[in-house]
């Protein structure tokens, strides 16, 4: 700890700090005190030093100010000001009164109790296994259990109908706290491991059960102090010589981190998860400097210190399956950036699929973070920002105040993980489906804006790649190839009609017909047979009855090559109009605007003849489609650049 | 070492306890003369005095430290050194 003169120092600076009405001074200061020293006099100390800014928090901070009301079997009193304190940090100003001992049912369902007429926003409810289930002990004794479910059933039926009658009468948000895993029992260790219905077990199943039920009421989350306890060490969690004198049920050590435990989890009822983690690259998501290190010299993989950061890749990549993004905001070449993650792809457990935008430049990350925030039309709240550098950390938060900053620790790159995982911002006791398809629906969002807004920078990096495409007729390749990406393709496939070897061939044959796919390099290597168009001629109209594009090489110009090589092709035949069509599905969302991107308008009357699609016309003789400038041609005449037709050449 | 005055470390954890001034903790001052100090605040000065000392008081003992000067004699006699 450190010495008195510093905590006399930091209280001095609260004080000052406070008489001044500084809000945000008070309570960095405050925030010192409890990190740094943290005892019983210290909480009280904060305590008394912010209920006489409340009002200056709400005014400056946006301090929300909360009425909580505790109802109770056990000694909280002790607890009050450490619970206020680790509030004032979380940002609530909390009005606490407490309830008397075991009057809880009382208090919950009588219309005149205390409870009522304080008329809270939140109640906490903490009751302790002798209130709760009081006969567990006794019938875990012996490990077999006669009558442990029944006693479990009955308690959470119990709490069933206290907090559903509660609900019925009283809107106030609930947090309802499990039961700590007694740390000794008459069982030992060996037999609470062992015995179905050791005292063990019989916790745990109760606290799931008490968890299953707070799901099924409206704003009611269940505190799992269990997980906190045993975090912290249940031996030291409570102080039994406290709890048998003075009913205490946690040692006053911990007073702290049960009170930041119960905070974090209230706050999940008043608080929506952030959305977007905002990641640096160099020494952040691998170790190193990719400019300076090179793509083979960078730190990630299953060796230390590369695992540090696979870690964090891996923690990154869950937080995306459960709705998270994930975006780059990094100093670095975009290029260099493409070709670490092509090169490492082994080695790290993210590709850049698994990031929503990438926002690589040498501009500031303030105004890339405020770019992404307007491309995903998400308030700058929903940020938050990780990197190593603490100039980048700090102009961060100082441009940015709403982003939560992680600085990541270059020194001790294991840390990152817990260092975020301590972090509220993700916090939320409810994941839908619609969270974990988020990635996709924001990527396209993203994907889009960015065009319209960089397209300056994307040409420049796309020009870099050095892109060929060779169109081949799909009997030339191997047509087994064409019917896999007609099977296979869902994302950019405009019409998704999973055709047969013989349906394609008949397109490449008939007159006027087309059937061709596109072959694709660059100078990172062979992509190989990446996209299909089939298209028949009618009149002077060419239709393009399919047109598919593996998602692997979306986005760099290849679907306008092959609309653009179609065009002419269709031309050459002496078509004068292009018809696009495109049928929704469930996954193609990505190219729904493929033909109204490319100039073509919709063409209402066809799609009286074919529900389901949207049909789409351009007038060839006027405005052909043309291949992105960045991309090589290699048409149909010159086949493959093969080693033997250099030769033959 | 006499009770005739408080050490300052103690001084300042009750008076943040019981919300007075630091000037106000006398020898003197008891359960019976502060109007702050009932039970509740008694056992947040426990548990305060023993985070801040490292020490432990018997539970037995607690209900009667119930002045400035018992509470630091039971703390001399710990072997705490002010």
Redesign the interface.
């Known amino acids: 700890m450190q010495s008195?003169a510093e905590r006399q120092e930091i209280r001095g600076k609260i004080k000052e700090a406070a008489s001044r009405q500084d809000a945000e001074s008070t309570v960095r200061y405050g925030r010192e005190l409890m990190e740094t020293s943290g005892?019983?006099?210290?909480a009280?100390?904060c305590a008394?030093a912010f209920a006489g800014i409340a009002d200056a928090m709400k005014e400056q901070l946006g301090t929300r100010r909360l009425k909580a009301y505790v109802v109770r079997s056990v000694?909280v009193?002790?607890m009050v000001?450490f619970l206020a304190t680790e509030a004032v940090l979380s940002n609530y100003f909390l009005d606490i009164q407490v309830g008397g001992y075991g009057s809880y049912i009382d208090e919950m369902l009588s219309p005149q109790s205390a409870l009522a007429k304080f008329n809270p926003d939140t109640v906490f409810v903490l009751l302790d296994m002798e209130e709760m289930a009081g006969r567990l002990p006794e019938l875990c004794a012996d490990g077999i259990g006669a009558g442990v479910e029944e006693e479990i059933d009955q308690c959470v039926e119990r709490v069933a109908q206290l907090l559903k009658r509660f609900r019925s009468g009283c809107s106030a948000r609930i947090l309802f706290q499990g039961l700590v895993v007694p740390d000794q029992t008459s069982l030992g260790d060996v037999g609470e491991a062992n015995l179905p219905y050791s005292l063990t077990n019989a916790v745990l199943t109760l606290n799931r059960k008490l968890a299953t039920l707070c799901r099924t009421l409206s704003d009611c989350v269940f505190f799992d102090v269990d997980r906190l306890a045993a975090r912290y060490g249940r031996a030291r969690w409570r102080d039994t010589?406290?709890f048998?004198?003075?009913r205490?049920p946690v040692s006053?050590?911990v007073f702290r981190i049960y009170s930041h435990g119960l905070v974090r989890s209230f706050s999940a009822l008043y608080r929506a998860p952030r959305k977007v983690l905002c990641t640096d690259l160099d020494n952040t998501l691998w170790g190193g400097v990719l400019g300076e290190d090179g793509p083979d010299g960078i730190a990630t993989g299953s060796a230390f210190p590369g695992n540090c950061y696979l870690e964090y890749q891996k923690h990154l990549k869950q937080l995306s399956s459960r709705g998270i993004l994930l975006a780059i905001v990094s100093k670095n070449n975009v290029a260099d950036v493409r070709e670490a993650f092509q090169l490492r792809a082994a080695d790290l457990a993210l590709n850049l699929d698994n990031f929503v935008a990438s926002k690589i430049s040498w501009n500031e990350k303030s105004d890339a973070i405020r770019e992404l925030a307007q491309e995903l039309s998400l308030g700058l709240d929903s940020f938050v920002f990780v990197d190593d550098n603490p100039v980048e950390c700090e102009a961060v938060r100082r441009e940015l105040p709403e982003v939560a900053v992680v600085e990541a620790p270059v020194q001790e790159p294991w840390k990152l993980v817990s260092m975020l995982s301590e972090q509220p911002f993700f916090d939320s006791a409810v994941v839908t489906e619609d969270d974990a398809n988020r990635l996709n629906e924001y990527k396209a969002q993203a994907q889009r804006a960015e065009l319209a807004s960089s397209a300056g920078n994307r040409d420049e990096f796309l020009a870099s790649l050095g892109i060929v495409c060779i169109f081949q007729s799909a009997l030339q390749a191997p047509l087994s190839r064409a019917v896999q990406l007609l099977a296979k393709t869902n994302q950019f496939n405009l019409t998704t009609r999973r055709h047969s070897a013989a349906e394609v061939e008949e397109f490449a044959s008939a007159a006027g017909g087309q059937a061709v796919v596109v072959r694709v390099r660059d100078r990172f290597g062979d992509a190989g047979v990446v996209g299909l168009a089939l298209a028949r001629k009618q009149g002077d109209s060419c239709y393009i009855d399919s047109l598919l594009l593996s998602c692997r090489v979306i986005g760099r110009g290849i679907e306008t090559a092959l609309l653009a090589h179609i065009g002419e092709q269709a031309l050459r035949a002496g078509a004068k109009r292009l018809v696009g069509e495109f049928i929704a599905t469930k996954k193609n969302a990505p190219c729904a605007t493929f033909y109204s991107d490319h100039g073509f308008s919709r063409s209402a009357l066809l799609e009286e003849t074919q529900p389901g699609s949207i049909f789409y016309e351009l007038d060839l003789t006027v405005s052909a489609p043309t291949s992105p400038k960045w991309i090589t041609l290699e048409g149909n005449e010159t086949h493959e650049l093969s080693t033997s037709a250099v030769f033959s050449a | 070492m006499s009770s005739q005055q408080v050490p300052s470390?103690l001084r300042?954890?009750l008076a943040?306890?019981l919300?007075v001034s630091p000037e106000q903790v006398t020898p003197d001052l008891s359960m019976s003369t502060a109007d702050n100090w009932d039970s509740?605040r008694h056992?947040?000065a426990i548990?305060?005095i023993?985070?801040?000392y490292g020490v432990?008081f018997d539970?037995q003992r607690?209900p009667d430290l119930t002045s400035v000067s018992l509470l630091q004699t039971e703390l001399e006699k710990k072997g705490v050194a002010f």
């Open positions: 008195d005892k019983p006099s210290d009280m100390f008394s000694t009193e002790p000001a010589r406290m048998l004198a003075s205490l006053a050590e | 470390s300042d954890i943040d306890i919300e509740f056992l947040q548990l305060a023993e985070g801040e432990q539970p607690i």
